[in-house]
């Protein structure tokens, strides 16, 4: 049997994610190989792991992988459905934060405080 690929990340997504999570002062680990799919972002104080995925990689569903996707987006798309599922068995919360979400600084912003909980009115920045 082949063994699934870790899932593929979106390189440009998630250096901006991650420089928007660390100047909020969220510590975090990037790359988890010790974990199912091995998650882009991993959080221990909150067991929290991030996927951060190319929409047209994983037939996200929004209007640009509507238009065109990857002929292996729908393998891609299963693979990364079981590893969430497998991490949330394990106690994760998980979550996919996807290319068209973050295009500027002020979604990055609110997907953050969603994944974690956390209340808007708390935030200082937009
Ligand atoms: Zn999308």
């Not at 440009?12 to 510590?27: D, E, I, M, P, Q």
């Not at 974990?35 to 951060?52: S, Y």
């Not at 919360?93 to 600084?105: A, F, H, I, L």
Request: proline residues 6%; positive net charge.
């Amino acid at each position: 049997m082949q063994k699934p690929k870790p899932i593929q990340a979106e390189s440009a997504t998630l250096s901006t994610l991650a420089n928007a999570l660390h100047r909020r002062g969220f510590r975090f680990r990037k790359a988890a190989r010790e974990l199912p799919g091995h998650p882009h972002l991993v959080f221990p104080r909150w067991k929290t792991a991030i996927f951060v995925c190319d929409c047209q990689h994983y037939l996200h569903g929004c209007p640009t992988s509507l238009k065109w996707s990857f002929p292996d987006a729908h393998t891609r798309s299963k693979e990364l459905a079981i590893f969430t599922c497998v991490l949330s068995h394990r106690g994760w919360k998980v979550d996919t934060v996807w290319r068209c979400e973050v295009s500027d600084q002020a979604p990055i912003s609110s997907r953050i405080l969603n994944i974690f909980d956390l209340t808007v009115a708390s935030s200082a920045d937009g």
